[in-house]
């Protein structure tokens, strides 16, 4: 059976677009051997607050159960607590090129900005590929902004395994067929995001209705009047009705205003997201059950990951 890794990264709130992106094929998934991965060694590749890195990792925890994740279908792990995602790490660096890491798209933007730049910001590409590689990942959704980063996983392990013997399962990636790709409302050209300049166009899911309300108030649509799906024509309007789409399980009926539209979608992502913010309330009365969790995860992975390190350390000419 395949097993799945699906990683979320302790900064910012996690929004609209992480539900339905991430998480929600994750839960629908958990029939098959899956990982949840708090990424928070990927946290420190930039200016972070320690505390803030913290708390963050327990909230994304308590929200992935809060979105139905179940732990005992898939393990809910914190990166940094399982040690050999570093140990594996290293090894992966001594098969990989500086020119492949220098060009992932996140160290080449920011490396031209100028400005200090983290050592970790160019080989976290290669800490990615640990993540995949250490758990005998078959399957990782992907998204376009995602798909360099696994191509460069793939290369690795079949780098590794031609030099060294057959070492690493050699990960495909998969997108899922029902996730929407939900854009920033006040900017429907990008992908809603954490790191956006401005929170206008995003849903945290933890927002309460009154800033969902507003929001979605402020989406951006156009003058053509017309409710209708036309991704290159009303971009806006399209981004509307998918956030319906996915939040309704439903098409929606005739809509004479963008007025009406903005009222159902305000009112299905509402439904969508309160009994979340209700259970995320409930969950975060005992941290320490959240913790539990973790570590319980922790114990379940690490057997497997612990041979996987052993394989490569032996296949790399390490002594035991």
């Known amino acids: 059976m395949h097993r799945r890794l699906t990683g979320f990264q302790p900064t910012g ?32 590749t930039m200016e972070h607050n320690p505390d ?25 792990i914190a990166q940094s607590q399982v040690s050999e ?8 660096e001594c098969v990989t090129g500086f020119g492949e890491a220098a060009r992932m798209i996140q160290f080449k933007e920011k490396s031209a900005a100028g400005g200090p730049v983290r050592l970790s910001l160019l080989t976290y590409p290669v800490l990615m590929a640990a993540d995949i590689l ?25 780098r590794f395994n031609t030099r060294y013997g057959e070492t690493f399962v050699v990960p495909e990636g998969v997108r899922p067929e029902s996730a929407a790709r939900i854009m920033d409302l006040a900017d429907p050209s990008r992908k809603m995001s954490k790191s956006a300049p401005s929170p206008a166009g ?37 981004n509307l009705l998918e956030i319906l789409r996915a939040c309704s399980g439903r098409d929606p009926g005739e809509l004479t205003s963008y007025g009406a539209l903005k009222r159902e979608v305000t009112d299905a992502v509402e439904a969508v997201l309160a009994p979340i913010r209700s259970r995320h309330a409930e969950l975060s009365q005992d941290p320490s059950h959240v913790r539990k969790i973790l570590a319980e995860g922790k ?22």
């Open 85 to 92: 995602h570093t140990g594996l790490h290293y090894l992966l």
């Open 52 to 76: 803030a890195v913290r708390a963050n990792t327990l909230t994304v925890a308590t929200v992935l159960l809060a979105a139905g994740v179940d732990p005992q279908r898939t393990a809910i």
């Open 134 to 158: 250490l758990h005998d990942i078959d399957e990782v959704p992907v998204g376009e902004d995602q798909s360099q980063h696994l191509e460069l996983a793939r290369t690795i392990a079949t």
């Open 202 to 238: 995003r849903i945290g899911l933890l927002d309460p209705p009154e800033t969902i309300r507003k929001v979605i108030a402020r989406a951006v649509t156009d003058t053509a009047g017309v409710v209708r799906h036309d991704r290159e024509g009303q971009p806006g309007v399209t």
């Open 299 to 320: 114990a379940y992975v690490q057997p497997r990951a612990a041979e996987t390190v052993r394989r490569a350390r032996a296949a790399i000419g390490l002594l035991d």
């Open 13 to 44: 709130n996690l929004h609209l677009g992480n539900l339905i992106g991430a998480m929600r094929p994750l839960v629908a998934a958990q029939d098959r051997p899956s990982i949840a991965m708090i990424a928070d060694l990927h946290a420190l």
